[in-house]
């Protein structure tokens, strides 16, 4: 019985070995997922409504129901003046949010009282996710025009960087924007990261200063936007001058305008995906 049983073993050894051998090789592992991200750009009127009133929680609501991850607000004060009670309006956004915030003072002027905060306005980044890195650059200014600024956030989302610009161009002069325009994109430059540019542009979509933008970024709107996109004004729109642009290697699912009554704008957002190939990459 021994060599008969040394014989079977042997037999199933051979066949386990040729199986084993006649299996595929196990796949790759699959590359990483994108990262999804939902992006609002949101001129906020300090928080003034349709109605004249001023109601900061209506900002903050819209944010909340939106399931906003970041989102770049325009028009935010910061103890500014008796129309926003001398609040801080981006501090007082990120607490009632539970976001990070980075904020770009593009006016900053002596308090009304000595020994006050200083009286700011510009623009604010909210985030969910933490801001490793900020900074907020001038943008090119005729005389007697309002100082506008590009203000810059790196946010890391599960493993992706992400660099966040938000701005807000002047409103009342076209040559203006279009050095602003070439501002921002040279600022931008070949850029590492994967780029989200938010804004209250003041320009519609066929204009030089849009075009100089989208030569090398992509307007969300029209890779996934339904309708004509009208942000202002909020009460019967007619012109769509807020934008969410992107980066070529960002992925738009979805993208679509907000009803509100929260300001004289109404928020554009998108749902994105950022690049899983870009897992790991950067610093």
């Known amino acids: 019985m021994r060599p008969f049983r040394t014989a079977v073993s042997a037999a199933l050894a051979a066949l386990a070995l040729t199986a084993g051998t006649a299996l595929p090789a196990a796949p790759a592992d699959p590359s990483p997922r994108d990262r999804p991200l939902t992006v609002m750009s949101f001129n906020i009127h300090h928080g003034v409504g349709t109605d004249n009133v001023l109601n900061l929680q209506r900002v903050a609501d819209v944010i909340r129901t939106e399931g906003v991850d970041v989102v770049g607000l325009q028009e935010v004060d910061r103890h500014w003046g008796e129309r926003s009670d001398f609040v801080d309006q981006a501090a007082w956004l990120a607490d009632e949010l539970d976001m990070h915030v980075v904020y770009g003072a593009n006016l900053d002027l002596d308090p009304a009282v000595p020994g006050e905060p200083r009286r700011q306005y510009g623009t604010a980044i909210l985030s969910e996710r933490p801001i490793r890195e900020w900074d907020n650059t001038f943008l090119p200014q005729y005389e007697g025009h309002e100082q506008r600024g590009l203000l810059r956030a790196r946010i890391n989302v599960r493993g992706v960087w992400v ?102 704008h109404l928020p554009v957002k998108a749902d994105v995906l950022l690049p899983g190939s870009r897992v790991g990459l950067g610093n």
């Open 163 to 264: 660099t966040v610009y938000n701005t807000h161009l002047q409103h009342n002069d076209a040559n203006e924007r279009v050095e602003q325009a070439e501002a921002i994109d040279e600022l931008i430059g070949e850029p590492s990261d994967s780029v989200v540019l938010l804004g209250d542009l003041n320009a519609r979509p066929d204009t030089p200063e849009i075009q100089t933008l989208v030569d090398e970024l992509v307007d969300t709107w029209e890779e996934a936007g339904m309708g004509d996109g009208y942000t202002y004004p909020s009460e019967d729109p007619n012109a769509r001058i807020d934008y969410v642009l992107t980066s070529g290697d960002v992925i738009t699912r979805t993208a679509a305008v907000v009803t509100s009554d929260a300001s004289d």
